[in-house]
């Protein structure tokens, strides 16, 4: 177990990879005001609810050949 911990402890957080290639950053991480993101059920529904409604029968062309869905 002692040598695991060793290990981890010498691990610099700040090391990463991209495509195979190990490289530190040397900025830090931009400090942004959270948002907080909220689902409006209601105005999903309601904008669902229209987009079927005005489009009951629409008239699509698929390489050339019509139908209707």
Known sequence: MERGMAVLSH???TTLTYRGKNYVQNKEAAKKQLVELTY???VYTNRMD???SSNEKAELNYRGVN???
């Open 40 to 42: 409006r059920r209601n």
């Open 11 to 13: 691990r610099n957080m």
């Open 67 to 69: 139908y209707t869905k």
């Open 50 to 52: 229209d987009a079927s």
